[in-house]
Every structure is written in structure tokens, then in C-alpha cells.
């Protein structure tokens, strides 16, 4: 079966850092998500994206972050400056068209000291 | 949004059918209903959605009421694997540009008991 792969599956960073996180969306998927989960809480939206721009973004999805399709397969989330309340887990998620569901990746396990 | 209400925590026996409860009584007419869930701090899970009519797939059925103020979930014989927080949810009406966030809520979180 197709899975979304996130890569690294933990990353460590320190505050003020940059950091990418990486997604491999399923081959044949049209719109790309992002959401994070901080420990103990709720499943978080941040972003969508389609036909190569954000359609949504939450309030969370800041100036700090950003998205990219670079190359047509990887979709990544860069946060500038990392601080502290950044440490969640991150979830990127497709999807082949409206009204399907989504699949979501392992995540991305981001810890900021 | 539209907003769903489901219990915190439910035990079910292993191999038992596990019937979980949702109640969205201010869906309105184009949105579907998706559960998903989510196995300890892994990516949510797609199970299945459905609109007004009942639906069946390999994981689980979904059952709509008439009004489609409420749904139930069945997983028809429950394993230890089933263990896990399922997320009703009901597509964001306010969403633009079709993006069809998601909006979890807390779920219920299933207990299946050897």
C-alpha cells in the first residue's frame, strides 16, 4: 500500500535554528498538508497546499514557516528560527483529490533545546 | 465550524464488535463525515467517511442517521491492534479554496481488553 514518508523520523535542534522537514507524498496525490501535534494535546492544521501554492494556512503557519514542492515529489516545511514551543510532532498528510481521505505520514518527531 | 461530540474513553472485549458514537447536529447539507485515528503518537489513520448513506469497507462500517445529526463507527470484532483514539470529524465548512482541513477534536480513545 502507498504511504506518505517523512524523514528524519526525530530531529533535535536548538533554538533559533533552522530546520526542514521532509515529506514523499504518495505519487498520484494532488493536495499536500501539514499538521503538528504537541504532546498530550490535539492534532493541529497548518498548512495546504495545491497546484504549487498554499491554499490555507492556519494561524500557527506564521512567517517562521514555509513550504516547498521542489522538485514534484518532496514537499518540506521549514521553520527559520525554531524556538522552544515549535517541539511537536509533525504530520504530513495528501491526499489524491477532495472527498477522499487523507494519508498521513509517521511524522516528524521535532524537539528544540 | 461544525462540531462533534464524542465520548472520552470506551472498553470494548477483543474480538467483540466496538460501536462508537458521534454526534455532529450542526453538519450541514454538502459535508461528509470522516473517522480517523490515530495509534499512540503515530499519523492518523484514515478508516473511512460517508455522506448520508451507510458505508462498509475492509476496516470498519459507518452508520448515518437519517438527519445526519449523528454516526456510529463499528469495527466488527475488535483486536488488541484496534487500541487507539478515534477522531470523528466533520469537513471544516469554512474552509477556502477546497483545501478540506481538518479539524480534530479529542476523540474517543478505544480500550480493547484481552
Known amino acids: 500500500e502507498p504511504e506518505v514518508t517523512q524523514t528524519p523520523s526525530h530531529q533535535v535542534t536548538q533554538m533559533g535554528q533552522e530546520v526542514i522537514l521532509r515529506c514523499v507524498p504518495i505519487s498520484n496525490h494532488l493536495y499536500f498538508y501539514w499538521y503538528r501535534q504537541i504532546l498530550g494535546q490535539k492534532v493541529e492544521f497548518l498548512v495546504s497546499f495545491y497546484n504549487n501554492e498554499i491554499s490555507e494556512k492556519s494561524e500557527i503557519f506564521d512567517d517562521q514557516f514555509s513550504v516547498e514542492r521542489p522538485d514534484g515529489s518532496n514537499f518540506t516545511l521549514k521553520i527559520r528560527s525554531t524556538k522552544l514551543e515549535d517541539s511537536a510532532m509533525y504530520f504530513c498528510a495528501s491526499r489524491r483529490t477532495l472527498g477522499y481521505g487523507y494519508t498521513f505520514g509517521s511524522g516528524t518527531r521535532l524537539t528544540v533545546v | 465550524d461544525a462540531k462533534t461530540t464524542q465520548p472520552t474513553s470506551m472498553d470494548c472485549a477483543e474480538g467483540r464488535a466496538a460501536n462508537l458514537p458521534c454526534n455532529h447536529s450542526?453538519?450541514?447539507?454538502?459535508?461528509?463525515v470522516y473517522w480517523y485515528r490515530q495509534i499512540h503518537s503515530q499519523g492518523p489513520q484514515y478508516i473511512i467517511h460517508g455522506l448520508k448513506n451507510n458505508e462498509t469497507n475492509e476496516m470498519a462500517s459507518l452508520i448515518i442517521t437519517e438527519d445526519r445529526k449523528s454516526s456510529t463507527l463499528i469495527l466488527p470484532h475488535a483486536t488488541l491492534r484496534d487500541t487507539a483514539v478515534y477522531y470523528c470529524i466533520v469537513r471544516d465548512p469554512e474552509t477556502q479554496g477546497g483545501s478540506e482541513k481538518l479539524v480534530f477534536g479529542k476523540g474517543t480513545k478505544l480500550t480493547v481488553n484481552p
Open positions: 450542526t453538519i450541514s447539507g454538502n459535508e461528509y
